[in-house]
């Protein structure tokens, strides 16, 4: 937690805008206890900017000097050095490298294995794993039989710890269209689960895949869910919306929708997110909706009509703007492997958000039967679908989205991690997560050398270590 320096409320480590008086909270390394100015020591307090040469005694005399400079500041409970592991930086691998976290944010990154400095600091020997900024999930209704619309507040906490062990740091849990009741339910509980602390992934708020997309092209979606905003039924759900702004991250919507590009503006007043998809939408009312402000593609490929060299569509809008964060679904049903490295291509990594659109199957068996939007489900080799035959999400985590990019679709494993972390982050327009560097929250995964995720870490904690 961070304390408004205007009002002095508390405010999640995350938090950008003071939820309490609306002020802009200071940068995570910017703090109220400055280093004394004749204490030399002391000068690369959170600063280091840069991994450093050196040899193993240069190491370990720069460790020794950045820890003994933190423990003036913090108990040694505070700090843990992370030792051995492989990270990439810029794209470089380095091996083996050091990342030293106090308080819940990284306070160095080195080249090279620090020894244990036994002064009392938590310290994990990770040789022969790959170190992460942690997952970052942007589109993920639920998993191990928990659903984001049905979530009472003990299953958000139950939904940020299951999610913690699939390597998950930040989340926006996502609901189906429906009605203003059921939505202010969840609403409400999130805010409670909020309130209690969270075990394991931070879920930063909600993904609405909400009532304002096409009927045509509405998917897995409950049709009664479906509306416009000039529509009597939205009356009570843009209520909502403006009540609970800062539990809402996204709202999906069609821009080809009577008055949703009206709507967009208005969502982004409220630091909302404005995504298109499940829509019908032309090239033309696809870019009238990105120039009104909409800033992402909602799996792409998925519920629009297929790119046509002379009706490009949605599709052709999202690729053709550089500006525009494209998620796809990458479990490897939703999308033919050939077809996710070409719009990575085309996107570049620092645009491309893969997502696992998890439904609450995901972490259990085969056979498996629930709802979605009071619509029955069954998972049959694999793969979620409706009674009618439709896809209706899928059953892999965010671990299992990096090994499809990796093992499937065939990319780098430096620039897969940065489309599960940094990319979503800045997606999210969050610049202080998502990164190794001096400064960033401590949000980390470690990963073995089957990509299975061994230690997740959120704020400098650890919330799941596999046994």
């Known amino acids: 937690m961070r304390k408004c320096p205007k009002c002095n409320a508390e405010n999640d480590i995350i938090a950008s805008i003071c939820s309490a008086c609306g002020a802009e909270l200071p940068a995570p390394y910017e703090t109220d206890s400055e280093p004394p100015e004749d204490d030399e020591e002391d000068e690369g307090y959170f600063v280091s900017t840069a991994v450093g040469e050196g040899e193993n005694e240069a190491i370990a005399a720069q460790g020794a000097t950045t820890i003994a400079s933190l423990l003036r500041h913090f108990r040694p409970e505070q ?160 209520d909502l919306i403006d009540e609970y702004k800062d539990y809402i991250r996204i709202v999906t919507l069609a821009p080809e929708v009577p008055g949703v590009l009206e709507l967009i503006p208005w969502l982004r007043e409220r630091n909302i997110i404005a995504s298109l998809g499940h829509s019908t939408a032309t090239y033309e009312q696809a870019v009238a909706g990105f120039e009104a402000g909409a800033t992402h593609a909602t799996h792409l490929f998925n519920a629009m009509p297929p790119l046509n060299h002379r009706e490009p569509g949605l ?44 439904l609450q199957g995901a972490g259990l068996g085969e056979g498996e039967e629930f709802l979605l939007g009071g619509q029955h489900v069954t998972v049959r080799n694999g793969v979620a679908r409706l009674d009618s035959g439709t896809i209706a999400g ?21 620039e897969a991690l940065q489309m599960c972390s940094a990319t979503p982050a800045a997606a999210l327009e969050l610049d202080i997560i998502g990164h190794l560097a001096p400064g960033a929250v401590a949000n980390l995964t470690v990963l073995d050398d089957d990509l299975q995720v061994t230690m997740t870490m959120v704020s400098g904690k650890v919330v799941y270590e596999m046994e």
């Not at 900024?133 to 993920?140: A, K, L, R």
């Not at 049905?150 to 139950?158: C, E, M, T, V």
């Not at 809008?317 to 550089?322: C, G, P, Q, R, S």
């Not at 500006?323 to 719009?343: L, R, Y």
């Open 79 to 238: 700090v843990t050095v992370l030792a051995g592991a492989t990270i990439y930086v810029n794209e470089e691998e380095i091996t083996p490298a050091t990342v030293i976290t106090a308080e819940g944010r990284i306070a160095d990154v080195l080249r090279g294995a620090l020894p244990d400095p036994e002064n009392g600091a938590a310290y994990y020997d990770l040789t022969g794993q790959t170190l992460t900024p942690g997952f970052i999930e942007i589109h993920f209704h639920g998993l191990m039989g928990i659903d984001t619309n049905q979530a009472s507040a003990d299953d958000f906490l139950r939904m940020s710890a299951e999610a913690a062990k699939r390597g998950l740091t930040v989340m926006t849990p996502t609901t189906v269209a429906c009605p203003a009741a059921e939505l202010r339910r969840v609403l409400e509980n999130l805010a409670a689960a909020r309130e209690r602390g969270f075990p394991g992934a931070h879920l930063l708020g909600l993904h609405l895949e909400s009532n304002f997309i096409s009927m045509e092209k509405k998917g897995a979606q409950p049709p009664d869910g479906i509306f416009g905003p000039n529509d009597p039924p939205a009356v009570e759900i843009l």
């Open 394 to 414: 899928s059953i892999v985590t965010m671990d299992g989205v990096l090994r499809v990019l990796v093992e499937r679709v065939g990319w780098e494993l430096s």
């Open 315 to 358: 599709v052709g809008a999202a690729l053709e703007n550089d500006d525009v964060f494209t998620e796809m679904v990458c479990d490897g049903v939703h999308i033919h492997p050939a077809v996710i490295s070409t719009t990575i291509t085309a996107k570049g990594a620092e645009r491309f958000v893969p997502v696992s659109d998890s």
